[in-house]
């Protein structure tokens, strides 16, 4: 029996199915036994199970193969004829199964060795978004999310027949090509001012209502602050009179002017306890991060030595994935070491988009009590009984967003040298597309008070092209094989130019009208499908207008592809692209 060959065969996209073969058909020691042992019950009146051999192709069209093949092992396997059925002998059995084999794997060897085992399949979310980062130099776009789900097939999501193309599909793939070139392009003709501020948890809303139900206290001098008493030992914090008398003393501290420290308690028993740093850039961009944290041991309002070293998480959440619950998705920046009373400073620069919100998330602690996993406040007597481990935090720093150089590398992968220059509305032409600079994270730092008017209203630039004809194809030319993995004709790079040629025609600008022929590329079959076939192998199942439903040799350009695809879920890089073109790789 060939489970191997069946496995190959089951998992081949349908949509890719196998090309016809010139193989022989169906061998006749097999059609006799069908003829024989089978039609009676799978013929064109019964089709016991949907299967109708009187009808199904003697030879390797590409429906009637995976149907061969399961024939085939029903029989291997005993499961056909089935029980209660004359049995043919054990010698007509075997002459059947071994001549199926060898014509199934003969057939399977000559599309191999006339077609190649390359498939035609549309990249999947995670494929795009991480092209997009490589392709315009984003390392953390975050656009995956806004792509239709892709299902996954036997145990795989990079399947042919599982990766479907819907109008919906289509029209997100605009979308979020908008989105991810817009932030591509450099908006202003100097970088955006430098955002500094230490941040306390006193000052971060949501520690007030943390402090409020009792699941965290006020620190001072790494003891108890008794400006803000601990609730009543035979009580109930987290219930509403005594929640609400607490929240009128947290009011009346006036927590946002004091610079304080602040202990959490819980854990991932309770796996609730992530709360917002309430910082969250207007700028996209490279940002450091300082926090200081350590931990302790609370026992009933005293802080002692924790026995062990701490831990936590700093993640990063987008509003636009929805509300911040518990199971929210989240992009992980890192784990981070709190150890017992010994502030330890932890000093990080990652990139951050626009309007993503950082998160501290606990990682070690056990909960209430004997890791029953409630909110302490939820315990009677909460943090005047309790006696557990929690971690302090002091302060957080941030300051970004940092910028080697100006443009960016993500602006220059789009418009080169080309100059940013003061827009000139007596030119007719319509301005460039901007996005409004403004905090929408609730009571995010920077605020909107904070923001400035270089922040929120830079003056107007545009990407300047005196020679607006040649230089979308020069940019095209550069920006086309990139993306296409390949080399690139002048006839595939004239028609996207002339998309360009046609926006500023209309009075678009140049700069808006490069987005639109940009966003063209990346919503094209050629970004958009690996192995896409230039030309089908000896013709093998091609027609006039182009089949793309059949097995193609690939090229070298292929073969790195789906090489990257593999390794990195990307697209290949120079030095794969280097080692396709000479042959390295054949």
Not at 70 to 96: C, F, L, N, S, Y
Not at 532 to 559: C, Y
Request: proline share 8%; net charge negative; hydrophobic share 40%.
């Amino acid at each position: 029996m060939v489970r191997l060959l069946a496995v190959a065969v089951l998992v081949l996209p349908a949509m890719l199915a196998v090309v016809e073969s010139s193989a022989a058909t169906v061998p006749a020691p097999s059609r006799a036994f069908f003829e024989n042992h089978c039609l009676s019950c799978h013929d064109a009146d019964t089709k016991e199970g949907g299967l109708d051999l009187s009808s199904l192709a003697r030879d390797a069209t590409p429906d009637a193969f995976h149907t061969w093949v399961r024939v085939h092992d029903r029989i291997a396997a005993g499961e056909m004829p089935p029980a209660g059925e004359d049995r043919p002998a054990e010698a007509d059995i075997a002459a059947v199964t071994t001549a199926l084999d060898r014509w199934l794997m003969a057939t399977e060897a000559e599309r191999i060795a006339t077609a190649g085992r390359a498939l035609y399949r549309r990249l999947t979310a995670q494929e795009y978004e991480s092209a997009l980062r490589d392709l315009l130099a984003l390392p953390e776009l975050t656009v995956r999310r806004q792509l239709p789900a892709d299902d996954f097939r036997h145990g795989y999501e990079k399947l042919g027949e599982s990766l479907d193309l819907s109008p919906v599909h289509l029209a997100k793939y605009m979308e979020v090509a908008e989105v991810a070139l817009r932030r591509a392009g450099a908006t202003r003709a100097a970088p955006p001012p430098v955002y500094r501020k230490r941040i306390h948890p006193t000052q971060i809303t949501e520690t007030w209502g943390w402090l409020a139900r009792g699941d965290a206290v006020l620190l001072k001098g790494k003891q108890h602050d008794e400006s803000l008493p601990l609730p009543d030992p035979e009580r109930n914090a987290f219930e509403g009179a005594e929640r609400a008398a607490r929240g009128k003393i947290v009011d009346a501290l006036k927590l946002r002017d004091y610079e304080g420290t602040v202990g959490v308690f819980s854990g991932p028993v309770d796996n609730d306890w992530r709360f917002t740093l309430q910082f969250a850039p207007v700028h996209a961009g490279r940002y450091r991060m300082r926090i200081s944290t350590w931990s302790f041991l609370w026992n009933q309002g005293r802080v002692e030595p924790a026995a062990r070293t701490e831990s936590f998480m700093l993640s990063l959440w987008l509003p636009e994935l929805g509300p911040r619950y518990p199971v929210s998705p989240s992009r992980p920046l890192g784990m981070f070491d709190a150890p017992s009373i010994e502030p330890r400073v932890h000093d990080i620069t990652r990139w951050m988009e626009v309007d993503e919100e950082l998160l501290f998330e606990v990682g070690t602690l056990t909960g209430f009590g004997k890791g029953t996993g409630r909110w302490v406040s939820q315990e009677k007597g909460s943090t005047s009984a309790y006696v557990g481990p929690g971690i302090a935090i002091d302060w957080l720093e941030v300051e970004g967003p940092l910028h080697e150089s100006w443009p960016p590398e993500s602006h220059r992968r789009l418009f080169a040298d080309l100059p940013l220059v003061p827009f000139d509305a007596n030119t007719g032409g319509r301005p460039p597309f901007r996005e409004p600079v403004k905090q929408i994270v609730g009571n995010a730092y920077p605020s909107n008070r904070e923001l400035t008017k270089d922040d929120t209203a830079p003056p107007l630039v545009s990407v300047a092209s005196s020679t607006t004809e040649a230089d979308a194809v020069r940019l095209l030319f550069s920006f086309i094989p990139k993306a296409f993995r390949r080399d690139v004709t002048n006839d595939e790079v004239l028609q996207y130019a002339q998309l360009a040629n046609a926006r500023v025609a209309a009075g678009d600008c140049f700069e808006d009208a490069m987005i639109h022929a940009y966003k063209a590329v990346l919503c094209s079959h050629d970004f958009l499908f690996v192995n896409v076939p230039r030309q089908a192998v000896g013709d093998v199942g091609g027609d006039a207008n182009g089949d793309f439903k059949s097995h193609r040799r690939l090229t070298p350009e292929g073969l790195a592809t789906r090489l990257s695809l593999w390794l990195w879920d990307s697209l290949p890089d120079e030095p794969l692209l280097a080692a396709a073109k000479s042959g390295a790789l054949d």
